[in-house]
């Protein structure tokens, strides 16, 4: 039975929880303990702290399908399919075409029945309303469907793209919606600001709001915090948000999801616009399935096969879930120009690929990723595991009860100041390397990715025999609250420890922030 995501359900199932072990726990609970930063009140509603900056960990409850409120829809049968001799890339792409063309109350499903897909090419789902679903992601093609991505043709490519193509991010601003914001100081988790002149908007506007990577904002920044190497550059990192407006009072605009980082009028004159949502495609997914990489040789050498397993690109609203995916370059599942998307009970493993950057990010989000849920997923021998790897345009990801199991490096904001990350109740499992999570500096590394994560959280997470790092930025805050394994500031590159509360202290409460957080904001 599906679990029931209602605003009564999500009530029964947790705050009842929530409410009850405040009031007293069984003996055998052990003590519970509550952050200092993020707790609940005598009406079991939460309550933030925030320090002498302003900084206070946000609410990532937006983070899913349908900002967390619905569960991801059972998408009726529209084709079904079996496979047939050789490359089937043709046989498959007809079938979604041929459901993509359907009116859109009519499409579906492309059904994928058991068997063995030979795969050399890669497979649009472009249309909205349109789903992929095999019959299972086990590694029997008799009861399971197995694409098997052959040959290196075109090189490194993806072998599912479910969405629109590559669109320059959100730039496609709507000729006279453009207005400043005029709020001096909109703090980080704020929802409304007062703006110059609300008179082309509308509530329900798609929106997106830009913090230009100004001189003084990148001073305050210690110019993205480098001790060697070439320093950020104006214009380099703009902080951007994809938003709906919620409401309009007077000049004050109300927004859907709040903002993941400071907007200080101080460092730079933010302003907004109606985006134009050009190419976007929504309410599509990938289901139920395995994607099987072809290879050859060492599986620590051979590079020449598909790169990416399963990519969501300029979507919104989509999915994927119930997936295998083994034998990709980079990423198992990877997100760009994608909002409010949720990947769930996938697993991404055995990568093959020379183990050095750009590969082994088994879970990744890309540039322009934002509300995107990653839960219940398992990563194996990953450099990185889960990992935000789009900079400045990416924030609100949540990787909820992710397991990484022998990796390689650490599950991380990857570069140049991602926001509002949360690795809650992630667990590493036989660690291979120093340290297995990271918000923190990373310095000189990469493409001078210095300050790789701000107003960033890990909430109860399990490194095992390895290091979680925590270091503060300037202007920001990065938080380990509950978490086990050797917590420190202690990284790669000396900055300051981030806030670290309650190391190796069982029994936090909530267990889960993203869940507790969506629970607080569906309660009537």
């Known amino acids: 039975m599906a679990p029931d995501l209602s605003r009564r359900g999500l009530f029964a199932a947790g705050g009842a929880l929530a409410l009850t072990t405040m009031a007293g726990a069984p003996a055998s609970a052990g003590v519970l303990w509550q952050s200092r930063l993020?707790?609940?009140?005598r009406r079991g509603r939460l309550v933030y702290e925030q320090d002498a900056e302003g900084n206070r960990v946000p609410d990532f409850s937006h983070a899913g399908y349908r900002g967390g409120e619905r569960p991801i829809p059972h998408v009726p049968v529209a084709r079904t399919i079996r496979p047939v001799e050789g490359d089937n890339t043709a046989h498959i792409q007809a079938a979604l075409d041929a459901v993509g063309a359907l009116p859109r109350r009519r499409r579906g499903a492309v059904l994928l029945l058991p068997g063995l897909y030979p795969v050399a090419g890669t497979l649009y789902v472009r249309a909205s309303g349109t789903v992929l679903r095999g019959s299972g992601d086990g590694e029997d093609p008799a009861g399971n469907t197995i694409i098997k991505a052959t040959g290196n043709t075109p090189a490194a490519r993806d072998v599912i793209v479910a969405g629109g193509v590559a669109g320059g991010g959100w730039a496609g601003e709507v000729p006279g919606t453009r207005t400043e914001i005029t709020t001096g100081f909109v703090q980080v988790g704020a929802r409304e600001f007062e703006v110059a002149n609300p008179g082309a908007l509308r509530p329900g506007d798609n929106i997106v709001i830009n913090h230009p990577c100004t001189e003084e904002w990148l001073?305050?920044?210690d110019y993205g915090g480098h001790d060697v190497g070439p320093a950020w550059k104006v214009g380099e990192q703009p902080i951007i948000y994809n938003r709906y407006v919620r409401n309009i009072s007077g000049n004050v605009v109300t927004l859907d999801v709040p903002v993941f980082n400071h907007l200080n009028g101080a460092h730079a004159t933010s302003y907004?616009?109606?985006w134009d949502r050009a190419g976007l495609v929504t309410e599509v997914g990938v289901e139920r399935l395995r994607v099987d990489i072809e290879y050859h040789g060492d599986p620590e050498q051979d590079e020449e096969h598909a790169y990416n397993a399963i990519v969501l690109l300029r979507t919104e609203d989509s999915w994927v879930r119930d997936c295998t995916m083994l034998?990709?370059?980079q990423a198992g599942v990877a997100t760009q120009e994608?909002?409010?998307?949720?990947?769930?009970n996938c697993r991404a493993i055995d990568p093959v690929s020379v183990v050095t950057g750009s590969r082994r990010y088994n879970f990744n989000t890309y540039t322009y990723s934002q509300q995107v849920l990653f839960r219940d997923c398992y990563a194996y021998k990953a450099r990185h595991a889960f990992v935000s790897n789009g900079h400045s345009t990416v924030s609100g990801v949540v990787f909820l009860r992710g397991t990484s199991e022998y990796a390689l490096n650490s599950s991380e904001g990857h570069r140049r100041w991602s926001q509002g990350l949360l690795f809650d109740g992630h667990r590493d499992v036989d660690p291979h390397y120093d340290y297995t999570l990271g918000l923190y500096n990373r310095g000189r590394y990469g493409t001078s990715h210095g300050w790789s994560?701000?107003?960033?959280?890990?909430?109860?997470?399990?490194?095992?025999?390895?290091?979680?790092?925590?270091?503060?930025?300037?202007?920001?805050?990065?938080?380990?609250i509950g978490c086990r394994g050797t917590v420190t500031g202690d990284g790669p590159f000396a900055q300051p420890t981030g806030y670290i509360e309650g190391p190796n202290q069982p029994g936090l409460l909530p267990p889960s922030l993203y869940q507790a957080q969506l629970l607080d904001r569906l309660r009537p």
């Open 219 to 221: 001073k305050a920044i």
């Open 338 to 344: 994608t909002t409010r998307a949720t990947v769930e």
């Open 272 to 274: 907004l616009y109606r």
């Open 453 to 480: 994560a701000a107003h960033s959280v890990a909430w109860n997470c399990d490194v095992a025999t390895s290091r979680l790092i925590v270091q503060k930025p300037p202007t920001a805050q990065n938080y380990a």
């Open 327 to 329: 034998h990709f370059t």
């Open 38 to 41: 993020v707790r609940y009140d």
